[in-house]
């Protein structure tokens, strides 16, 4: 019997010194990349709109309707971006959407700020977009999931049908979003 209660209580002790290492391991990992918010990948004092104040605001159907929105799309396409950044470890929530998905799963993806962003127009400022570039494939994801994307953040312009992006970023880990820091 006392061999019986040894050996349940070895187990158990065995269980939990693994279950506080895996913990452990993971508040490590986590603490590996700094959360940020998309407020941080935007220059103090920039204002995607101060300048399309200026040009008034016309119906859709008025030709100078199409002026406004054509100058706003460039100023949204070269948005300032916030260089100190560069070659961070960040951890950023934000929704996919695919730009390179095979049998293996998806490699590439748009990290967007807010659900619908890119597959409706406008798309948001390059300062708002994200082109990630997965280690891995990564598997499980569909379009507009919200995820935290995990990895090294570089300031790179890049163009895709979906809109511009001020940033670039190799994923180290794509995570399911579960809530804030989590």
């Given at each position: 019997?006392?061999?019986?209660?040894?050996?349940?209580?070895?187990?158990?002790?065995?269980?939990?010194?693994?279950?506080?290492?895996?913990?452990?391991?993971?508040?490590?990992?986590?603490?590996?990349?700094?959360?940020?918010?998309?407020?941080?990948?935007?220059p103090a004092g920039w204002d995607p709109m101060s300048s399309l104040?200026?040009?008034?605001?016309?119906?859709?159907?008025?030709?100078?309707?199409?002026?406004?929105?054509?100058?706003?799309?460039?100023?949204?396409?070269?948005?300032?971006?916030?260089?100190?950044?560069?070659?961070?470890?960040?951890?950023?929530?934000?929704?996919?959407?695919?730009?390179?998905?095979?049998?293996?799963?998806?490699?590439?993806?748009?990290?967007?700020?807010?659900?619908?962003?890119?597959?409706?127009?406008?798309?948001?400022?390059?300062?708002?977009?994200?082109?990630?570039?997965?280690?891995?494939?990564?598997?499980?994801?569909?379009?507009?999931?919200?995820?935290?994307?995990?990895?090294?953040?570089?300031?790179?312009?890049?163009?895709?049908?979906?809109?511009?992006s001020g940033y670039t970023m190799v994923a180290k880990r794509v995570?399911?979003?579960k809530g804030k820091g989590r």
């Amino acid at each position: 019997m006392n061999a019986l209660i040894t050996s349940r209580y070895q187990t158990r002790r065995t269980f939990l010194t693994l279950a506080a290492a895996m913990l452990a391991a993971a508040r490590g990992q986590a603490a590996e990349f700094r959360e940020i918010s998309w407020d941080d990948l935007v220059p103090a004092g920039w204002d995607p709109m101060s300048s399309l104040k200026e040009m008034g605001s016309y119906p859709d159907t008025d030709p100078r309707a199409q002026k406004v929105y054509d100058r706003m799309r460039k100023l949204w396409d070269t948005a300032p971006t916030v260089s100190s950044l560069a070659g961070q470890a960040v951890r950023l929530p934000g929704y996919l959407v695919p730009l390179d998905t095979a049998k293996d799963g998806i490699r590439e993806f748009l990290l967007v700020p807010y659900f619908g962003a890119c597959i409706h127009t406008p798309p948001p400022p390059a300062n708002q977009i994200v082109r990630v570039r997965a280690q891995a494939p990564i598997r499980g994801f569909r379009t507009m999931d919200a995820v935290w994307v995990s990895g090294s953040l570089a300031v790179e312009r890049s163009e895709t049908d979906m809109g511009s992006s001020g940033y670039t970023m190799v994923a180290k880990r794509v995570d399911a979003y579960k809530g804030k820091g989590r």
